[in-house]
């Protein structure tokens, strides 16, 4: 087993000796005191670049994988979330990102979690994403006045979230009731006490069954303690079959990745789960008929491969009225998600006005 004490790398700059960061835009690490440019593969003396590797479900629980983050870090947790965050060399921040929170402890990083198999560079600068911030902010309806000039960002930093992926090949057997529609025409008595005919929709029921076979590749679990499913969804996609690249402890100098927690086991059920919501889906979509109802399936998954990565994210809790608000940007990508206040006196005149327009409508049509 490898452990982070005993296959650790600094990030130094081999020209003055300060701490090498990794740069979003020029995808190299550079030194902010001599301006030095560093390749990554410079670093690794001699040594390839390591590949991104698809392990068996089998390895999943195996005590034998490589352990912590291969560089010497320092935890930053924080006491109301329950996120941490781990620095290289020093703590760099006292909030939380997560939640704005400044009851936050500093402690050592747990060296026996599983070390990321991958991950996807920081693309987008700290610059652009707080730019990001800005244009979201102008861009919301149905929020207050005052939002854009009031809410300030406390702070934007990168944090490397991290993901469990799963591929798989399901094998999926499906049975249902396939509703045909037919109409039937009927007699009725109107407002006027005059008979009338119309149209009435009845539907027919008949047994149906079929067999589709799904093929998913990277499926991906958050396994961050900070950042909400709703939000991270959002931000989705992160183009994890094209830009993933094998880990590198360099990658992360000058970044924080937060700690998983989502273990392994959890990760597997919760791929499970998504692996039959996605079949379940697929195969109310070839149930024939205009509608179906009480459709079942039978799901069996088989070539599964999983790997533990870090994804690129930028988050920021931002106040507004003394309540914490997050903001998210996709690092690859910069896509944004994020919470923001409702102005209710907005939303009221909004549905006030509907109601007198279709008010309108309806005594227009009466004339």
Known sequence: MQTETANSKRCDCPGCGATLIFAADLQKLRCEYCDAEIELDKLQKGDPPPNVVERALS???NSDAAKGYGLPTQALQCKQCGAAINYPDKVTSGKCCFCGSDTVIERPANTQLIRPESLIPFKVTKEQAGSKFSEWVGSLWFRPNNLKRMAKVQEIGGV???????DAQADTRWNAESGYHYYVTEEYTNSEGKRETR??????????SGHHRGNYDDLLICASKGLSEALVRVLEPFHTTQNLVGYQASYLSGWGAEEYAVGPSEAWEKG????EQNEYSACSSEVPGDTHRNLRISMKLSSVTWKHCLLPVYVAAYRYNDKVYRFLVNGETGKVSGEAPYSFWKI???VVT???????IMSLKKH
Do not use: N
């Not at 149209?199 to 149906?208: C, F, I, L, Y």
């Not at 509907?354 to 309108?360: L, R, Y």
């Open 354 to 360: 509907a109601i007198a327009i279709f008010v309108f």
């Open 59 to 61: 390895e999943l629980l």
């Open 348 to 350: 009221f005149f909004a």
């Open 160 to 166: 490397y979230a991290p993901f469990w992926t799963f």
């Open 272 to 275: 499970q789960q998504r692996f």
């Open 199 to 208: 149209q009435v929709q009845h539907t027919r029921w008949e047994p149906s």
